[in-house]
């Protein structure tokens, strides 16, 4: 199941605007049509990530952060963000969040285009007054979860995200030179 940045036809997957918002009246317009599933919240939320990369782009993008967690005003400074936002801000760990694309692997450094790219979900839970949505990164073995809640609004939100931003393994690219070590044999 993938929700992608461009206009798609294909089975299991919802089309959104092609590109990444440019600013925040721009991502909660789209919010609007996108944000009316658990899957499309879960795309808006990697939408605001991307365009958080961006230092030009970060006040705009804390803004749509905030819009589609449902999070208080100064939400990089609480203490339930701060290693999220400390993520967000490292080049060095941007490739936690881009190994959700499709496409991405330890092996091709986790590269995407954030303007145009698909997540992968594995399937969803109905809790009592939530839904954990089930993604693929390609730098996990296991399955991510980002848990979203519809409010009164009709539209759903990212209420808990710490998967997106728990390690994976790191790009290839990365990695020490370890093959004259037996120890790091077949892994």
């Given at each position: 199941?993938?929700i992608?940045?461009k206009?798609?036809?294909?089975?299991?997957?919802?089309?959104s605007?092609k590109?990444?918002?440019?600013?925040?009246?721009?991502?909660k317009?789209r919010?609007?049509?996108?944000?009316?599933?658990?899957?499309?919240?879960?795309?808006?939320?990697?939408?605001?990530?991307?365009?958080?990369?961006?230092p030009s782009?970060r006040?705009?993008?804390?803004?749509?952060?905030?819009?589609i967690?449902?999070?208080?005003?100064?939400?990089?400074?609480?203490q339930?963000?701060?290693?999220?936002?400390?993520?967000?801000?490292?080049?060095?760990?941007?490739?936690?969040?881009?190994?959700?694309a499709?496409?991405?692997?330890?092996?091709?450094?986790?590269?995407?285009?954030?303007?145009?790219?698909?997540?992968?979900?594995?399937?969803?839970s109905n809790e009592?007054?939530?839904?954990?949505?089930?993604?693929?990164?390609?730098?996990?073995?296991?399955?991510?979860?980002?848990?979203?809640?519809?409010?009164?609004?009709?539209?759903w939100?990212v209420?808990?995200?710490?998967?997106?931003?728990?390690?994976?393994?790191?790009?290839?690219?990365?990695?020490?030179?370890n093959?004259?070590?037996?120890?790091?044999?077949?892994?």
């Amino acid at each position: 199941y993938c929700i992608s940045a461009k206009p798609l036809k294909e089975k299991n997957t919802v089309a959104s605007a092609k590109g990444l918002p440019s600013t925040y009246a721009d991502f909660k317009e789209r919010c609007h049509t996108v944000a009316v599933t658990p899957e499309g919240a879960v795309k808006m939320y990697f939408d605001a990530v991307f365009c958080y990369f961006d230092p030009s782009r970060r006040t705009e993008a804390s803004k749509m952060l905030r819009y589609i967690m449902h999070a208080d005003a100064n939400w990089e400074k609480k203490q339930k963000y701060v290693t999220f936002a400390r993520r967000l801000k490292d080049p060095a760990c941007h490739y936690i969040f881009r190994s959700f694309a499709s496409g991405t692997s330890p092996q091709n450094g986790y590269r995407m285009s954030p303007e145009n790219y698909s997540l992968v979900f594995s399937g969803k839970s109905n809790e009592a007054d939530y839904v954990r949505v089930f993604l693929i990164s390609s730098g996990s073995d296991s399955r991510r979860i980002v848990w979203v809640k519809q409010y009164q609004d009709g539209l759903w939100y990212v209420i808990n995200n710490a998967d997106t931003y728990m390690k994976v393994r790191e790009p290839a690219s990365s990695r020490p030179d370890n093959s004259h070590d037996a120890d790091y044999d077949n892994r």
